[in-house]
Every structure is written in structure tokens, then in C-alpha cells.
């Protein structure tokens, strides 16, 4: 079992930054991939960024060169730091983790709600 709390959340102009904050509880060290996901106003939820333990790495192309993805195992937390912002990046922030042996890649296009383990979500709201 791993819970996960997000924060660092909150409401910024178009071209400002934010840092998500993902903290890992309970069985961190059998996390193979984690990850960011977007669920904006009337959306699907969709891939922001993964990372997994195989060194790969994985955005969407919405946020290549904007965002980047890291963590830091020490203190079993995951970031997200996030530049340039636009109002299209406005929604739901929910942090994933999967036990899964995969790529970023597939990471990024195959976890669900379904599947894994899901945090709470932060709300990011972008103003024009």
C-alpha cells in the first residue's frame, strides 16, 4: 500500500510558476514509476509527466520544454515544477504511483484511476 499527498497547488497569471509537491507514504521503495496527471474542466484525465526507475522520463507534448519532473528518493517525494504557465494548464494535479516495471513512456499513457495508487489531487488555476 502507498498513499500520496500532493500540495503545492494554487492560482497564478499566464507566465507565472508553480512547484506540485508529491510525498509517498507506506511502501515507497516499491514504486517503479510515478507521475503527474491533468484533469481539466470537462476533460479526461491525461498524462502530464512520468518518471520511472529505469531512468526514462516522459512529457506530453502540451508541456515539453515548460515542466519538468523529478524526485528525490531520499525524501520519497516527486515535484513538478512548472514555468511558463498557460490558462489551458488550469485543473486537477493528481500524483500517481504503480508498483509496474514499465517505460515512462507507457507510463504515461497507460495509468488509470484504475490501476496504481492515486492521491487526492491540487488544484493549479491559470489566469489569463
Known amino acids: 500500500q502507498v498513499q500520496l499527498v500532493e500540495s503545492g497547488g494554487g492560482s497564478v497569471q499566464a507566465g507565472g510558476s508553480l512547484r506540485l509537491s508529491c510525498a509517498a507514504y507506506?511502501?515507497?521503495?516499491?514504486?517503479?514509476?510515478m507521475g503527474w496527471f491533468l484533469q481539466a474542466p470537462g476533460k479526461e484525465r491525461e498524462g502530464v509527466a512520468t518518471?520511472?526507475?529505469?531512468?526514462?522520463?516522459s512529457y506530453a507534448d502540451s508541456v515539453k520544454g515548460r515542466f519538468t519532473i523529478s524526485k528525490d528518493n531520499a525524501k520519497n517525494t516527486l515535484y513538478l515544477q512548472m514555468n511558463s504557465l498557460k490558462p489551458e494548464d488550469t485543473g486537477m494535479y493528481y500524483c500517481?504511483?504503480?508498483?509496474?516495471?514499465?517505460?515512462?513512456?507507457?507510463?504515461?499513457?497507460?495509468?488509470?484511476?484504475?490501476?496504481?495508487?492515486w492521491g487526492q489531487g491540487t488544484q493549479v488555476t491559470v489566469s489569463s
Open positions: 500517481a504511483a504503480s508498483f509496474r516495471r514499465m517505460t515512462a513512456i507507457q507510463a504515461l499513457g497507460t495509468m488509470t484511476p484504475a490501476s496504481g495508487y
Open positions: 507506506g511502501r515507497p521503495s516499491y514504486i517503479y514509476c
Open positions: 518518471i520511472c526507475e529505469d531512468g526514462t522520463i
